[in-house]
């Protein structure tokens, strides 16, 4: 099994930046995606950022393209979102999450992703 530990997150005004680590134990190296997602109050879970093992795929939401930025440093075991630019909009719990590909396209849905860090919250506000 992965165990994951989100950490980095906060409160931060409008057009700031945070960085997001998810520290992974287990398996995780073995895991072909990694991904983050969010949740905001009375809001489904989206998806955010994804990434394949060596990050040569990802996968952005629209609304977050061009701001955040996933990547993986496998031998430290992490993974990171870099949120830049950041608007109101972001405020949610983010979560990172461990899944598997499918060597045509990366998953983007909660179902696909099978092992979950307990989140940490992103507030943006002025």
């Known amino acids: 099994q992965v165990q994951l530990v989100e950490s980095g997150g906060g409160l931060v005004q409008p057009g700031g930046s945070l960085r997001l680590t998810c520290a992974a134990s287990g398996r995780t190296l073995s895991s072909p995606a990694m991904a983050w997602f969010r949740q905001a109050p009375g809001k489904e879970r989206e998806i955010v950022a994804a990434?394949?093992?060596?990050?040569?795929?990802?996968y952005y939401a629209n609304n977050v393209k061009g701001r955040f930025s996933i990547s993986r440093h496998n031998a430290k075991n992490t993974v990171y979102l870099q949120m830049n630019y950041l608007k109101r909009e972001d405020t949610a719990v983010y979560y990172c999450?461990?899944?598997?590909?499918?060597?045509?396209?990366?998953?983007?849905?909660?179902?696909?992703?099978?092992?979950w860090g307990q989140g940490t919250q992103v507030t943006v506000t002025s």
């Open positions: 990434s394949t093992r060596t990050g040569g795929q990802t």
């Open positions: 999450a461990a899944g598997w590909y499918n060597g045509v396209q990366l998953g983007n849905t909660t179902t696909q992703y099978d092992n």
